[in-house]
């Protein structure tokens, strides 16, 4: 069966403002897609409303998974579906180690119908997996003894959310900027981590204002979000002409997104 997030005409605002308006955007589980925007075009809130994060209220339009209805779901439904989105700027969860985390969320997405209270994976069998997996990622393992994202470093967290992937294997995974404040070692770990991890097996949308991850996870598609929309998708190379030349071309050819894209970051300079 082939397995499908589908997006249409989606609007979505925040605090009564629109932010998308009428995005379009179908990824089948094994494709690639990476989504380019100039910064308050509106990339993290298409993430933060697949997600279901309450902030990001859907005025318009409609997002299936495999069909089903995902609007309907709350968020840890939708993480049980099988999205899952490495964010921004994670969220620290002071008092919750990460390896209890893991191991929460790793038990419910792979047991959909899990009853809360029932048993988890077993400790033996995760522990085990976890430490494969960390030292696949070169990551200390004195790391899953810490609490969520609290204290962790910029590229500490960031690396937390390429674990988190790599645990839950998630069928559609929403990776917004994972590289932003990344060393080059890192980054390139990183990146092909994610073509590991991804393979054929998922979905991904890789937001990016730079080719890194794009390097070892070549896009299908390329998508390119201004004043809230996709204006305009290619393959390969329309990401490169986007992070070498930027977004002179797109904004000539688009001038109404242009138009909605400068009244937004106006918006965010005087807020
Ligand atoms: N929670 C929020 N509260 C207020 N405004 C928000 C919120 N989330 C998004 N916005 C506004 O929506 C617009 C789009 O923001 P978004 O974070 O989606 O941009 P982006 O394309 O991800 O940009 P960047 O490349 O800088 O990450 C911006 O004007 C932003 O200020
Ligand atoms: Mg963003």
Do not use: C, W
């Not at 279901?52 to 579906?81: N, W």
């Not at 029932?118 to 997996?129: S, V």
């Not at 990183?190 to 073509?195: D, E, G, L, R, T």
């Not at 109404?256 to 106006?266: H, I, K, Q, W």
């Amino acid at each position: 069966m082939s397995e499908t997030l589908k997006i249409t005409d989606l609007h979505v605002a925040v605090e009564g403002k629109p932010i998308l308006r009428g995005v379009n955007l179908t990824i089948q589980r094994g494709e690639t897609h990476a989504l380019m925007g100039p910064n308050g075009s509106g990339k993290s809130t298409l993430g933060n409303a697949i997600m279901g994060h309450p902030s990001y209220e859907v005025t318009g339009g409609s997002i299936e998974i495999d069909g089903a209805d995902l609007l309907e779901m709350d968020a840890s439904e939708r993480a049980r579906a099988g999205v899952f989105m490495a964010f921004q700027r994670p969220m620290s969860i002071p008092g919750v180690k990460m390896a209890d985390f893991l191991r929460h969320a790793a038990t419910n997405v792979r047991n959909p119908n899990r009853k809360e209270g029932e048993d988890l994976i077993p400790m033996r069998e995760f522990r085990r997996e976890l430490k494969d997996k960390m030292s696949q990622l070169r990551m200390d393992e004195e790391f899953a003894r810490r609490y969520v994202n609290d204290g962790f470093s910029g590229g500490e967290m960031k690396r937390a959310e390429i674990l988190q992937l790599a645990m839950l294997r998630p069928k559609f995974a929403i990776l917004d900027e994972t590289d932003s404040g990344l060393d080059v070692d890192a980054v390139k770990l990183a990146s092909q981590s994610i073509a590991e991890i991804g393979g054929a097996e998922m979905g991904i949308l890789i937001i990016t204002h730079h080719d890194k991850l794009l390097e070892n996870n070549t896009p299908n598609f390329t998508h390119v979000m201004m004043g809230g929309r996709i204006v305009e998708t290619g393959g390969v190379e329309l990401a490169r002409e986007l992070y070498t030349e930027g977004y002179d071309r797109i904004r000539a050819a688009y001038p109404e997104a242009a138009a909605l894209d400068a009244e937004l970051s106006e918006e965010q300079a005087t807020a």
